[in-house]
């Protein structure tokens, strides 16, 4: 297993790796609205999903892969009412064929935010 890490997306925030390759898949761990330097990004659903996506395919990049080898997409909203808003920004960063996914409705998420997105990708050339 080998470590990912990036100063192109935010240090993580405890005791995990940004991500790490594993034979030859990418895990990356879940990110939330927070840019490079750490600010939150303030804001609706919007601006918060496209800094979170912003900030994967940061993290892919460092590990030699892409948003378009990504393969299974785990994201956490904090009101199912963001869905379709979630959806119109996720479009924009996926194409087809889409990668499995799951969104679920959670009770908080780190720093109160509004959304969390966690992927895993097939891996590149480093």
Known sequence: MQRVQ??????????????VRSGSFVFVSGQIP??????????????????VLTNL??????????????VQVSAFL???NDFARFNEVYARFFREPYPARAV????RLPKDVRVEVACVAEGGEL
Do not use: F
């Open 34 to 51: 927070l840019t490079p330097e750490g600010r939150l990004v303030e804001g609706g659903i919007e601006a918060q999903t496209e800094q």
């Open 78 to 80: 904090a009101d199912m």
């Open 6 to 19: 990036t100063d192109r997306a935010p240090a993580a925030i405890g005791p995990y790796s940004q991500a």
């Open 104 to 107: 679920v409705e959670v009770a």
């Open 57 to 70: 395919a940061a993290v892919l990049k460092a590990a030699g892969s892409g948003l378009e080898r990504v």
